[in-house]
Nanobody
Framework: QVQLVESGGGLVQAGGSLRLSCAASGRTFSSYAMGWFRQAPGKEREFVAAINWSGSSTSYSDSVKGRFTISRDNAKNTVYLQMNTLKPEDTAVYYC????????????????WGQGTQVTVSS
């Protein structure tokens, strides 16, 4: 089992940057694919980015491709989401998630979830 704790959210102006972190407990972090999802008020949770267990493969939603970068440090049991050129439509609660199988884009492929961190982008 793994526990996930997100941090790094906050209020930023449009065009600014934030880096989210997700710290995982447990000694098997490197066995998990990791993903970032987000949920805006009144909307469904949506895929943002994912990374495989080694960090050699990543995927992104079209809405963040070229602006966001997912990475991981298995020695620190942490996954990151660097968010640049933020837009008001990026405002949401951001969640990290862990999967024992594939690094997919569906919430149903992930086994563990963090509590989320709020990101607010002002115009």
């Amino acid at each position: 089992q793994v526990q996930l704790v997100e941090s790094g959210g906050g209020l930023v102006q449009a065009g600014g940057s934030l880096r989210l972190s997700c710290a995982a407990s447990g000694r098997t972090f490197s066995s998990y694919a990791m993903g970032w999802f987000r949920q805006a008020p009144g909307k469904e949770r949506e895929f943002v980015a994912a990374i495989n267990w080694s960090g050699s493969s990543t995927s992104y939603s079209d809405s963040v491709k070229g602006r966001f970068t997912i990475s991981r440090d298995n020695a620190k049991n942490t996954v990151y989401l660097q968010m640049n050129t933020l837009k008001p439509e990026d405002t949401a609660v951001y969640y990290c998630a862990a999967s024992l199988t594939v690094y997919g884009d569906s919430i149903y492929e992930y086994d563990y979830w963090g509590q989320g961190t709020q990101v607010t982008v002002s115009s």
